[in-house]
């Protein structure tokens, strides 16, 4: 991707991020917490699950671990058009996933479906927007798991096949909505992470020269970190309900980095001549 395509797109990133910004500011400033009342309180509201203050006077019950959602809205931004890219310019892609810009459309609509979703549970604490950011969640590890296997095991298919893999992950998604309110995310999500890492090294077994290890490791390394923080975060360990900092809002932006981080590793792979 020319240099000047790949600052344009980091551009509307940022642009769509500031106005969408704009938007969340304006409605925390012309609505109250009242706005959330009748519906159902999540476990999380009631155990008080992390350290920022429930402001439940305030339209953003948690300001700051709602305004950080807004970290897999840009880059969510980023893959999307990303895949605009790639589908102008499909000829001259060079790895698989390049080749998919259908997938990557995928992935980083999943991005922007969590920035709603978890905004929304933060913002509200509500039962039903605690299912829509799990939900998110795992559509990102979903997405992320989805290219794990078509470059491990399709690979080139036709675009019929291609159109078809992606509703298959949507299905997967929606069948997520009730396959966690059965299977504890305690369990669920580190499954799904595990299950991320071992195509990693198989991808990467199959094509070592091609594939760029850095950017695996650096996304393992950001969602050990993310857990490490939550759990410090939900322990209340030095921990300031009014601070601006608050460890579950870095959380959002770790778990972003690492799963965008995964997304590149297998963007970036150099060749695919052990295909």
């Not at 429930?54 to 897999?72: D, I, V």
């Not at 997938?103 to 979703?117: D, H, I, K, T």
């Not at 309110?181 to 369990?187: K, N, P, R, Y």
Request: with cysteine.
């Amino acid at each position: 991707m020319p240099r000047d395509t790949a600052f344009k797109i980091y551009g509307i990133a940022v642009i769509a991020t500031m106005l969408m910004l704009c938007v969340w500011i304006f409605l925390n400033n012309h609505f109250d917490g009242s706005v959330w009342n009748g519906m159902k309180l999540s476990k999380s509201a009631l155990t008080v699950e992390y350290c920022e203050w429930n402001n439940t006077a305030a339209f953003f019950h948690q300001a700051m671990n709602t305004y950080s959602n807004l970290g897999y809205f840009f880059l969510g931004m980023i893959v999307i058009h990303i895949s605009f890219y790639d589908r102008k310019n499909i000829s001259a892609n060079k790895n698989l996933l390049q080749q998919f810009p259908l997938l990557s459309f995928f992935f980083g609509c999943c991005l922007v479906y969590l920035s709603f979703g978890s905004a929304f549970f933060h913002a509200s604490l509500t039962w039903i927007g605690q299912r829509a950011d799990m939900n998110g969640t795992y559509s990102i590890c979903i997405g992320l798991l989805g290219v794990g296997v078509y470059r491990a095991f399709i690979r080139n298919a036709s675009p019929s096949f291609k159109k078809l893999y992606v509703v298959i992950l949507l299905l997967i998604v929606i069948i997520f909505i009730e396959l966690h309110l059965l299977i504890s995310s305690v369990f669920l999500l580190p499954f799904l992470i595990l299950l991320m890492i071992i195509l990693t090294f198989i991808n990467y077994y199959k094509n070592p020269d091609g594939f760029r290890m850095q950017f695996a490791l650096l996304s393992l390394l950001l969602i050990i970190s993310a857990f490490a923080l939550r759990i410090i975060d939900v322990k209340k360990i030095a921990c300031d309900p009014f601070s601006f900092y608050q460890g579950h809002a870095l959380w959002h932006f770790l778990t972003g980095m690492s799963a965008f981080f995964l997304y590149w590793f297998y963007r970036s792979e150099l060749s695919t001549n052990n295909l």
